[in-house]
């Protein structure tokens, strides 16, 4: 089956500029999660989708980022204004059941994003 | 708020067994995940333990999981230079929106 697809994989803007990112997660995947990884540091959970809805968006910074995923399949991660400490690797995954409540993550390549 | 927490590096020769620790604080985690990420790639799935197991082996893995003390390991046997990555420790709770938490990673060398 095809992977989690991302893009784009690399984006260098300034600061006060906007980016977006897309991903498509694997057919049939009704979690979408998108996560900002930090050089040096684990993955932290931006926002988790259940199909269209919100699940979680505790960690998301909204008043410069925002997401979407309007008809429960492809989703998009926007940051407006951009500032420097959002340089980071943006991923996505989506997940599957494993069974007995465990879910298994399938992560995309990430979008390498540097504000300068 | 859960914390998850690995040493920052480790160093191996090829061949000898390596062991990756984690530690977490939520007692209430019902899954625990190691994921490997090799440069510029995303995370992938190595295994994982449902917390009331003490132990499982995959093949050239093994996972042992101390639960009185909130303490994850994995051991890769006979390590190979293509085991030279990223190891994360994660947590989840059963069915309550699948969050996970991950731990800040471990970097592995093989040295040949």
């Known amino acids: 089956e095809a992977g989690v697809a991302q893009s784009p994989r690399y984006k260098i803007i300034e600061k006060r500029q906007s980016v977006a990112f897309w991903c498509n997660p694997i057919?049939?995947?009704?979690?979408l999660y998108w996560y900002q990884q930090i050089l040096g540091q684990g993955p932290k959970l931006l926002i988790q989708f259940q199909n269209n809805g919100v699940v979680d968006d505790s960690q998301l910074p909204k008043d410069r980022f925002s997401a979407e995923r309007l008809k429960g399949v492809d989703s998009t991660l926007k940051i407006q204004p951009a500032k420097l400490e959002d340089s980071a690797v943006y991923l996505c995954a989506s997940s599957s059941l494993l069974g007995r409540g465990s879910y298994e993550q399938y992560f995309g390549p990430g979008t390498r994003l540097t504000v300068t | 708020g859960e914390d998850v927490e690995q040493s920052l590096f480790l160093s191996v020769r090829e061949g000898d067994s390596s062991v990756i620790n984690c530690t977490y604080t939520?007692?209430?985690?019902?899954?625990l995940y190691w994921y490997k990420q090799e440069p510029g790639a995303g995370l992938q799935l190595l295994t994982y333990?449902?917390?009331?197991?003490d132990m499982k082996q995959d093949q050239r893995l093994t996972v042992l999981l101390n639960k009185k003390d909130k303490h994850l390991s994995l051991r890769i046997a006979d390590t190979q230079t293509g085991d030279s990555a990223i190891y994360f420790c994660a947590e989840s709770k059963q069915y309550t929106g699948n969050q996970f938490y991950f731990g800040t990673g471990t970097s592995l060398t093989v040295i040949p």
């Open positions: 333990i449902f917390s009331n197991m």
């Open positions: 057919s049939g995947h009704a979690t």
């Open positions: 939520d007692s209430s985690s019902t899954y």
